[in-house]
């Protein structure tokens, strides 16, 4: 986690959004491999190019930036370069979100970068907050710094869930961000996924449609200890 105090919504919201984040990562990488990114601030568009013949183009939607040498990340609205609206549109929704909650790293223009775990965790709040869309790309610039942006294309639509995938996702995504809570990660992933989910006296069940995942939590600790996965 970040060494830098976290306000409690800005954690919650980490929390709940975390695995569903890390699921539209792997998708992009499915998709189109490792990816090269081409981005037109004028004209506000964003071309994905992947390395197995696949691209995207799409809306450019500048998060921010994470810059190594000062060490701080900048929002988009921040930027003294004067963006176009549309590029910084989903920041500033943000911002305003941050102002109504309460949510100090929505609103302030500079955040001290702890590597990057700032922006990643910047990016799986900004993506729960908005709802859509999900898909967080950091894009190299010069100097290490890195664009962070915010992706919304149908054809990273995410798949339909399944032992084999969700067990990947869970088992992975907990540990790509530290967490407060893995229960409540565990019960927004599975209510954004459509994901049947019994608590089972405490030990939660997942049910899909291929099988069914168990998963025993150390309650003490609010993490999960183990995950079994059994075909139908």
Known sequence: MSGTPESELFARLVDLG???????????DEVLGETAFAADVVEGTLRLEGTVG???????????????GPATWLWSWANPGELPAPVSQLARQLRAYGEEHGVPEFT???RPLDGESTWRRLGIAAGLALRSPRTVFPGPIEGGTVAVLLVDDERLALPGPTVARTLRVLREGIGSTE?????????????????ELDWNGGEPVLRLPDGRITVRLDHALDRIAQLTGSAA
């Open 179 to 195: 967490l407060r809570s893995h229960s409540a990660a565990l019960t927004r992933y599975a209510q954004d996924r459509g994901i």
């Open 108 to 110: 302030e223009p500079e």
């Open 18 to 28: 975390a695995l569903l984040a890390y699921e539209h990562r792997l998708q992009l």
């Open 54 to 68: 696949r691209s995207i183009e799409t809306q450019l939607h500048l998060l921010g930036t994470a810059a190594p």
